[in-house]
């Protein structure tokens, strides 16, 4: 089955009592029970409700893989893979990636004596090097937020199974429509649902993605335990929102690609991060693994003054200045002060998120309007 085809089709069926065909919003906590340990798959909602259910079976079709979970917002998401591990275990992780997974490894995991190492990952060597007997975890995302950065995820793969580690791959600026992380050797992906897949600015959600038993095993029972779970109105929309995600796609991708041109053509902006560009560091890979370039793209202003960025993402009239990404409108935001201000200044600019970093989302609106926008903007 093509990939518009299970966006559509797949985890969900009309419903029996009614053969309504949207998958009906079961807004219940709990189950009637014929008899103790009697019922029809459904205790409690915590543990398991119809409506997410139905989204996590459409979510692990559309990454190719055998088993779902979603959770309250992409960081419960990754707060359950980290519960995977030990104290004293170590992850391997990218050093240019989301502030908040930046933050949660370090201020909420690090003191319950788990290590993590922050390197460049474009040079999977660099991983290779950090690799000891304690190594139980690689954490990828590519491309990187918010520098762009394309990762081989397939090398990573090799080196976590050589060091007996699971690859864990954030898939969420390329979703599954551009990139399946399972199909080049990862254990488990993770998406900040909010983004792409709901599509439309209007719910906070995570999700992971296994084809690994052992794995899902461990992956259903911390979510059970810890109880990060969604709602069965957020799963209901963004069931709806997956069935155009194929369409948002291309036309996210059509768009980014006209406006990472213009970018580069504009006199007052100094680099562009888009891995379509063929000198794009590791483009070859990003051919290799992608379908497409997305539409997420970073950029510096010449001069590098933080006040020309800020006025900048200030004058946009049809980009909006806000957080998040991943929705049908355009958004613009400076990562430093932004969704990457809790990492410290000097790591920060280590990994390239300067002063005069914009990034943008680039929505489906008509792409003329939004390259006036930005050309007035930046005049």
């Known amino acids: 089955m093509k990939f518009a085809t299970k966006a559509i089709h797949e985890g969900v069926a009309p419903d029996p009592a009614t053969g309504a065909i949207m998958t009906p919003i079961y807004q219940t906590s709990t189950y009637v029970q014929d008899g103790v340990g009697n019922h029809k798959g459904y205790e409690y909602s915590r543990t398991l409700n119809p409506t997410r259910h139905a989204l996590e079976k459409n979510i692990a079709a559309i990454e190719n893989g055998t ?13 359950c893979v980290i519960k995977m591990l030990n104290p004293g275990d170590e992850v391997i992780s990218t050093n240019d990636l989301y502030g908040g997974s930046y933050r949660i490894f370090k201020t909420i995991f690090e003191k319950y004596g788990l290590v993590f190492h922050f390197v460049d990952m474009t040079d999977v060597s660099n991983i290779e090097a950090k690799v000891n007997e304690n190594t139980k975890m690689i954490w990828v995302e590519t491309p990187t937020n918010p520098m762009m950065n394309i990762i081989d995820i397939e090398a990573a793969s090799a080196i976590a199974k050589k060091a007996g580690a699971m690859l864990c791959v954030d898939n969420t600026f ?16 993770m998406h900040s649902v909010t983004k792409y897949l709901g599509g439309h600015s209007d719910v906070i959600m995570g999700a992971l993605v296994t084809k690994d038993e052992t794995i899902a095993h461990e992956m259903y029972r911390i979510q059970n335990s810890s109880g990060a779970v969604c709602g069965p109105m ?59 370039f997305g539409g997420m793209i970073s950029f510096t202003l010449k001069g590098n003054k933080l006040e020309d960025a800020l006025s900048a993402v200030k004058k946009v009239e049809i980009f909006s200045l806000a957080e998040s990404l991943g929705g049908v409108e355009s958004l613009i935001g400076h990562p430093a002060t932004m969704t990457h201000a809790s990492i410290p200044k000097a790591e920060r600019e280590q990994s390239g998120v300067v002063d005069s970093l914009i990034r943008l989302s680039v929505g489906i609106e008509d792409v003329e309007d939004l390259i006036q926008d930005l050309t007035q903007a930046l005049a």
């Open 67 to 79: 088993h779902g979970a979603c959770f309250g917002s992409g960081l419960a998401a990754i707060d």
């Open 234 to 292: 957020d799963s209901f929309l963004v069931l709806r929102g997956i069935k155009t995600l194929h369409l948002r796609m291309e036309r996210h991708c059509e768009n980014g690609e006209k406006i990472a041109h213009f970018l580069a053509n504009h006199p007052k902006i100094d680099k562009v991060f888009w891995p379509g560009f063929t000198h794009h560091p590791n483009h070859h890979v990003a051919v290799k693994q992608m379908r497409g």
């Open 174 to 189: 390329a979703t599954p429509y551009l990139q399946n992380p399972l199909d080049l050797g990862a254990d488990i992906v």
